[in-house]
């Protein structure tokens, strides 16, 4: 538990300082590294400030499975074309 909150507290803060695109870095690479994924005691990222993020991919339909961005700020973000089969955007702002 103190580790998690310690990884949280330094994810939170990164993810405030860095813009729109660095931040579409940062989430892909933490889904990538199994941080994300919902059912697998995913990093807890309510209250991040993702707004503005692109996790769309244009080129073929990407897997973004189970990835968990639950009570997160996501607006004006783009999933197009991602694969959100059981994501978790519980309480989640999507606009």
Known sequence: ????????AKTLTLARQLDPARNSHLIRFLYEVGQLTDGENPLDLSNAQLNGIDLSTKTRQANMRRLCLAGAYLNNASFAFQDLTQANFHLAQLN
Request: glycine fraction near 0%; proline fraction near 12%.
């Open 1 to 8: 538990p103190v580790v998690a909150a310690l990884v949280r």
